[in-house]
């Protein structure tokens, strides 16, 4: 009798919980922290090639210190930035991760437009193997991103919905930030186009 009552009791908690939501969010907390390990995998892989990269161009361009040293500062600030479980929920380390692997975007744009100077280099086998895997990487950073986004945005509407967000708030599952584009308010004019003539 006394087990009998036990494991009606076991099976009425798992069915309140299911119906609150509990083993939905527990669901959606593990996509998100999956989609995050996956953005995250992908800039590590980016930045473990950017050595390689540089000192190939570097082997041809060789007067371009100015470039080499913004490449490796701002590798070296985007690999020591600590991914810490606490950076899915706070939008301001969340913002600082963004902006450290933007600014190794934007030093690595600067590289490539430095190669550009060099034919010698885009003809080196090596150079191209490096940018190949640099444009897949890039565009598995793409897609990593989109995916985390999805994740982010399936766990929030579980968290803002009646009446789940009674257990959110109960929980403490409180709303994630996502990513949002670097430049918003540069890309939301439109831009001037200039073809050369008169007015």
């Given at each position: 009798m006394h087990k009998t009552v036990?494991?009606?009791?076991i099976v009425a908690i798992a069915a309140l919980l299911s119906a609150c939501g509990y083993n939905d969010f527990q669901t959606k907390d593990e996509a998100v922290k999956a989609a995050w390990g996956e953005v995250v995998n992908q800039y590590q892989g980016r930045a473990d090639l950017v050595p390689k990269i540089a000192q190939i161009v570097k082997a041809y361009a060789t007067h371009e210190e100015a470039t080499f040293e913004a490449v490796t500062k701002a590798r070296s600030?985007?690999?020591?930035?600590?991914?810490?479980?606490?950076?899915?929920?706070?939008?301001?380390?969340?913002e600082k991760f963004q902006q450290v692997q933007g600014q190794l975007s934007s030093a690595l744009s600067r590289l490539m437009a430095v190669s550009e100077n060099y034919p010698q280099l885009k003809a080196d086998g090596l150079y191209r193997d490096a940018q190949s895997q640099l444009e897949g990487i890039e565009n598995r950073i793409k897609v990593a991103r989109n995916r985390y986004i999805v994740a982010v945005q399936e766990y929030n509407v579980l968290a803002?919905?009646?009446?789940?967000?009674?257990?959110a708030k109960a929980m403490g599952y409180s709303v994630r930030p996502s990513f949002?584009?670097?430049?918003?308010?540069?890309?939301?004019?439109?831009?001037?186009?200039?073809?050369?003539?008169?007015?």
């Amino acid at each position: 009798m006394h087990k009998t009552v036990k494991w009606l009791a076991i099976v009425a908690i798992a069915a309140l919980l299911s119906a609150c939501g509990y083993n939905d969010f527990q669901t959606k907390d593990e996509a998100v922290k999956a989609a995050w390990g996956e953005v995250v995998n992908q800039y590590q892989g980016r930045a473990d090639l950017v050595p390689k990269i540089a000192q190939i161009v570097k082997a041809y361009a060789t007067h371009e210190e100015a470039t080499f040293e913004a490449v490796t500062k701002a590798r070296s600030a985007a690999t020591s930035f600590q991914i810490t479980p606490e950076v899915l929920n706070d939008p301001a380390a969340l913002e600082k991760f963004q902006q450290v692997q933007g600014q190794l975007s934007s030093a690595l744009s600067r590289l490539m437009a430095v190669s550009e100077n060099y034919p010698q280099l885009k003809a080196d086998g090596l150079y191209r193997d490096a940018q190949s895997q640099l444009e897949g990487i890039e565009n598995r950073i793409k897609v990593a991103r989109n995916r985390y986004i999805v994740a982010v945005q399936e766990y929030n509407v579980l968290a803002r919905s009646f009446p789940t967000n009674l257990t959110a708030k109960a929980m403490g599952y409180s709303v994630r930030p996502s990513f949002t584009v670097d430049n918003e308010k540069a890309i939301s004019t439109s831009p001037d186009v200039d073809f050369g003539g008169k007015k």
